[in-house]
């Protein structure tokens, strides 16, 4: 980092990355864990301050950190290490013994029953009727909304005009989020988020 001077943008980012802040590498593994697991190592992943909880389990969290920092900040590698695991691969079933100690499962004994974000029930469904047209890139696309939901929103100013064809058939990813009049998908992935 420079020593004198303003300070850039490069500075910034070198400095996001550098050894002498593992903050970042903590951050990104402890939301990749909590995307695998359901719950992060630091159970509030929004805070990692003084407002936030204790990782439940640091040296895993530290570990994890330093080795997706030093390998070049791989995902991949990151995803396959933790899916890769014994913690990963375990049972969900719940032993009784564990469940009056560890009723959060914050010792990880057993594996976390998860519920698919509706974006990606949605991208099953259409996988598996064969409807699925899985083109990587491009603009939002809007599947077909209920008849008069698009009126809802704010001072009737949402003039939703479904995709034609193939387009409306994409992935969960590519659907336009409207904010006022969510599509029904986007709408119960934004509800769980909130509970």
């Given at each position: 980092m420079k020593k004198e001077g303003r300070k850039t943008r490069l500075d910034l980012a070198e400095w996001l990355v550098s050894p002498e802040n593992p903050l970042t590498a903590r951050v990104a593994v402890n939301r990749f864990w909590q995307e695998l697991f359901g719950q992060g190592l630091v159970k509030t992943s929004e805070d990692f301050g003084t407002q936030g909880d204790r990782p439940s389990n640091p040296e895993l969290l530290d570990w994890l950190a330093a080795d997706f920092r030093d390998n070049g900040w791989g995902v991949k590698r990151l995803i396959k290490t933790i899916v890769m695991s014994s913690a990963y691969r375990q049972?969900?079933?719940?032993?009784?013994?564990?469940?009056?100690?560890d009723p959060d499962n914050k010792l990880i004994a057993r594996q976390s029953r998860l519920r698919l974000p509706a974006e990606?029930?949605?991208?099953?469904?259409l996988s598996?009727?064969?409807?699925?047209?899985?083109?990587?890139?491009g603009p939002s696309v809007r599947p077909p909304q209920p008849k008069g939901v698009a009126e809802l929103g704010y001072a009737n100013s949402v003039k939703w005009a479904e995709s034609p064809g193939r387009e409306r058939y994409r992935r969960g990813l590519y659907i336009h989020f409207q904010r006022t009049t969510p599509t029904r998908f986007c709408r119960i992935s934004t509800l769980r988020r909130r509970a």
């Amino acid at each position: 980092m420079k020593k004198e001077g303003r300070k850039t943008r490069l500075d910034l980012a070198e400095w996001l990355v550098s050894p002498e802040n593992p903050l970042t590498a903590r951050v990104a593994v402890n939301r990749f864990w909590q995307e695998l697991f359901g719950q992060g190592l630091v159970k509030t992943s929004e805070d990692f301050g003084t407002q936030g909880d204790r990782p439940s389990n640091p040296e895993l969290l530290d570990w994890l950190a330093a080795d997706f920092r030093d390998n070049g900040w791989g995902v991949k590698r990151l995803i396959k290490t933790i899916v890769m695991s014994s913690a990963y691969r375990q049972s969900s079933d719940v032993r009784k013994d564990l469940l009056t100690r560890d009723p959060d499962n914050k010792l990880i004994a057993r594996q976390s029953r998860l519920r698919l974000p509706a974006e990606a029930v949605r991208d099953a469904a259409l996988s598996a009727s064969g409807l699925l047209w899985d083109e990587i890139g491009g603009p939002s696309v809007r599947p077909p909304q209920p008849k008069g939901v698009a009126e809802l929103g704010y001072a009737n100013s949402v003039k939703w005009a479904e995709s034609p064809g193939r387009e409306r058939y994409r992935r969960g990813l590519y659907i336009h989020f409207q904010r006022t009049t969510p599509t029904r998908f986007c709408r119960i992935s934004t509800l769980r988020r909130r509970a």
